[in-house]
């Protein structure tokens, strides 16, 4: 009974019931109105519709589908925490608490118990509620599982973001600022691991961002996490570290209430100790948030330091007005204080011109290399599949990964990397001050023959690079790993649709023979593409598009381009009599071509009206003085297989369809055959 009556008190617990119940019998009445009620919505309508199990389970979810939920289980658990120690926020109220015959320790214990039944009742009836009412209407696809979760959920968050309010609360004298402060302490950990990693990848040549920003950082923080909880359940180490986290905020929270002078209330922040962790704390994390955003917008390293003073300044005296409550701040010892944190910043960003660890110029041996791994972005090597929900289709999407285990490829992407690397300070610069034109990201992962792995990330040019690219690309390894036809059985293909490109048409191939044809077709033109065809530096647009369905699985197909260079897959089509059925072809659904030079840029800015009424107006593209009409087939055929979408280019065509749409694109000069070249000669 002693024991009982040190940790709480009776009197004060019913005190505290009496005065907010209505906290509870709120939240109550949303859960019941936006849970159960919901239920029952949804079930009566299903006597006019046809309603799909899926949406019965979205409710006992936290996803964008439940807002509202989401945004309730945000909100009532750090209003909780205001409302039940709002005292402290006043001097008054405050020393009339602590006068009372009651330990400190145990008004401590006895609000966070009030607010627990708080946050804990409702879900629990709410639970029971929809249990029952699942049961009783007879509804199929959700089951007891599926509202345990969702109330284990449930009370997890509640208990973590009530006890960070109600520990905040104890550092500050101000209940906006407790309110404020929880919410900023929910979001730190993925918040300042975003700004740190985006700001370190300013200054260190090759650190590989994607791969750390991709690696399931929104999960450091419960806010992020719960909007995902829907699609990836907590895990146990997850409950772990959120029960041990309510806990040491729950005695660290305990300790500073029983230090904490109630002459602070009011306060911004209680204890004078902590005064200096807040105010730079904050000074640093607006410096990285500015420069940061200055970075994005301006793709300038001047405009970043600007970013980084004005955050600072503006962020240091505005603390010091919030600390001090008043505006006399500029002062000759908080200006000393900010001089002092601008040198050391000052200092610490010197440190990052200087490769002064030897981050950017490490490279392992070769003899030291198990598998490489080489892409244009991290996330096949980050991907994890999501644990699929009861409604989830049977196929889950998994990217291949394009890891490289042959010797030869090894070696070709160890020599890329020393050549990135040789060239690293001139491509660091371009890249920190300007995007930088035909660049290529290139993600790489070494897997050590001692089980290390190393990253790197960079953007080059790709012209700079073709050289050491072109093997790379031409390799049989690396077609294989890039393109899915080679991870696919033609016994596995249910059926494959070709549809044409900006035409339509299609083609369905549902035979096993043809099947097996194409795929043979295409894996050979693939094996024999150069570099320069796979890279597509022009945007040269396919004939096709080839959809390639597996049997048995729902909803699971993969795409693959009838480039324009597969010779072997049109030679097929044309000796199964399918050739002209998935592509277009002139004469039969093209009728004429206009081809006009590229204007200049003065030309385009002063006939700029003109301009678009042309493309969309065969009429005027028929008038325009010294435009080239073509019609024979060979002309247009040709014309056809070589226009591209890079408007950097010497000549621009326009090919008329049946349907009098009209479809541009652009030629280049040096490979024009002569009937263009005459025509436009001077």
């Known amino acids: 009974m002693k024991l ?10 019913l005190n505290d019931l009496k005065r907010f119940t209505w906290i509870g019998a709120g939240y109550l009445l949303l859960l019941l109105s936006i849970v159960p009620l919901k239920v029952f919505m949804l079930y009566s309508r299903a006597q006019e519709r046809q309603i799909d199990t899926t949406a019965y389970l979205r409710i006992f979810q936290f996803d964008p589908y439940n807002p509202i939920q989401v945004m309730i289980l945000i909100i009532v658990p750090v209003m909780t925490g205001l409302l039940l120690f709002r005292y402290l926020m006043d001097g008054r109220a405050a020393d009339a608490a602590h006068a009372l015959p009651v330990r400190r320790e145990t008004l401590y214990n006895t609000h966070v118990a009030t607010g627990i039944i708080f946050l804990f009742v409702p879900p629990v009836l709410t639970a029971l509620v929809s249990w029952a009412l699942v049961a009783g209407l007879g509804i199929e696809g959700v089951n007891g599982a599926n509202i345990l979760t969702w109330l284990s959920n449930s009370l997890l968050i509640n208990l973590l973001f009530f006890i960070c309010s109600v520990a905040v609360g104890m550092v500050t004298g101000m209940t906006t600022m407790q309110g404020v402060l929880s919410y900023i302490l929910l979001l730190l950990p993925s918040g300042l691991s975003v700004l740190l990693l985006h700001n370190l990848n300013q200054y260190i040549y090759g650190f590989a961002y994607d791969y750390y920003f991709s690696s399931k950082i929104e999960y450091l923080s419960p806010l992020t996490r719960l909007t995902d909880i829907s699609r990836n359940p907590f895990q146990s180490g997850e409950i772990a570290i959120y029960l041990g986290v309510s806990i040491v905020l729950y005695f660290a929270g305990r300790s500073l209430y029983l230090r904490r002078n109630t002459e602070t209330a009011g306060s911004a922040i209680t204890f004078g100790a902590l005064r200096p962790v807040f105010k730079y704390s904050v000074t640093f994390c607006f410096m990285l ?40 701040v500029f002062q000759k010892r908080q200006i000393r204080g900010y001089g002092i944190y601008a040198l050391a910043m000052v200092l610490l960003l010197g440190l990052f011109h200087f490769d002064w660890t030897g981050y950017e110029s490490r490279l392992p041996e070769i003899s030291e290399i198990k598998s490489i791994y080489m892409d ?68 790489l992962s070494y897997e050590l023959e001692n089980g290390k792995r190393i990253y790197r990330q960079y953007e080059i040019p790709i012209p700079d690079y073709a050289g050491s690219l072109k093997p790379i690309y031409e390799s049989r390894e690396y077609k294989e790993l890039h393109n899915h036809i080679f991870s ?25 023979e043809s099947i097996a044809q194409a795929f043979t077709a295409l894996q050979g033109d693939i094996y024999n593409e150069t570099y320069e065809e796979i890279v597509n530096t022009n945007s040269r647009p396919p004939w096709a598009h080839v959809s390639i369905h597996i049997k048995n699985v729902n909803n699971r197909s993969f795409s693959q381009d009838w480039k324009k260079s597969y ?58 003085p010294g435009i080239l009409k073509i019609t024979g087939l060979e002309q247009l055929e040709w014309c056809l297989s070589q226009y591209h979408r890079n408007s950097e280019a010497d000549y621009e065509v326009f090919f008329v369809l049946n349907s009098g749409e009209v479809i541009s694109g652009f030629l280049d000069e040096a490979s024009a055959p002569a009937f263009i070249r005459e025509r436009f000669t001077p």
């Open 289 to 328: 948030l500015l420069g940061s955003y200055f970075n994005a917008a301006q793709k300038s390293m001047a405009w970043t330091y600007f970013g980084y003073f004005i955050g600072s300044l503006l962020a240091y005296f505005l603390i010091e007005i919030l600390l001090n409550k008043s505006l006399q």
């Open 4 to 13: 009982k009556t040190s940790f709480i008190n009776t009197g004060i617990l």
């Open 376 to 443: 244009s972005s991290f996330f096949p090597l980050n991907y994890q599949p999501d644990v699929p929900a009861a409604q989830d289709v049977d196929y889950v999407y998994t990217p291949v990964k394009a890891i490289f285990t042959d010797q030869d490829n090894i070696a070709r992407i160890h020599a890329l990397h020393r050549q990135i690397i040789a060239n690293g300070p001139d491509h660091k610069e371009s890249s920190l001050s300007k995007s930088m034109k035909n660049a290529e990201r290139i993600c």
């Open 488 to 512: 696919v059985s033609p016994a596995e293909v249910d059926f494959i649709d070709i549809t044409g490109y900006e035409a339509n048409k299609s083609l369905r191939l549902i035979d096993r």
């Open 567 to 624: 010779a072997n897959f049109a030679q097929w089509l044309k000796d199964t009599g399918n050739y002209e059925k998935a592509r277009l072809v002139p004469g039969v659904d093209i009728t004429c071509a206009f081809i006009d030079r590229v204007p200049t840029k003065n030309e385009e800015d002063s006939a700029m009206p003109q301009s678009k009424t042309r493309r969309l107006d065969i009429a005027s593209l028929e008038e325009k």
